[in-house]
């Protein structure tokens, strides 16, 4: 759910997806001159008809949050290794991958959750049941989490200000 208490909405993720592709465009094209060093692999990655299988097959594995399966179907992964310390959303596969290997994630005051996206430092973001995001308090599955989001929707408004500040 986003802050209103609303699901997240499809066309509000693909207005994402452009805006923060414009952001990161912009902000890649001074990368080098700023920076003194050639910019990673900053990609929003739109959704496939492989990525929607594999999304379907994470379904099948696990229950997820219902806007977990809408952000699948409308981005595959998004991979931002410049941007602050790193924000990676992980593929469904890749999600469905780690959920085979490790399971759920456990979350304070809520059912387990899933582990959908992780930073350059290792820390780990899962979505639980309510829509909440949390963060792994250390680099590790199995260690404390705490809200870092309300929703996934507030997740990527953060992300995308993470960009824009660098811009």
């Not at 379904?59 to 290794?81: C, F, R």
């Not at 924000?87 to 890749?94: D, E, G, R, T, Y």
């Not at 989490?145 to 960009?163: G, H, K, P």
């Amino acid at each position: 759910m986003n802050v209103s208490g609303e699901r997240l909405d499809s066309e509000w993720v693909r207005s994402w997806c452009e805006q923060t592709s414009a952001v990161l465009g912009a902000l890649m094209s001074s990368f080098l001159k700023n920076h003194g060093f050639p910019p990673g692999e900053n990609a929003v990655v739109l959704a496939t008809d492989e990525s929607h299988e594999a999304t379907d097959a994470l379904v099948d594995l696990t229950p997820i949050a219902s806007d977990l399966t809408t952000l699948y179907w409308v981005i595959s992964e998004v991979s931002l290794p410049d941007i602050e310390q790193g924000c990676f959303i992980h593929s469904p596969s890749m999600v469905a991958k780690h959920f085979r290997e490790y399971g759920s994630v456990p979350l304070d005051d809520e059912s387990p959750g899933i582990v959908f996206a992780s930073d350059g430092g290792g820390h780990l973001f899962a979505v639980g049941g309510s829509g909440r995001v949390w963060r792994s308090a250390t680099a590790s599955w199995f260690d404390e989490f705490e809200v870092a989001a309300v929703s996934i929707q507030e997740f990527l408004e953060q992300m995308s200000r993470q960009a824009a500040d660098q811009s």
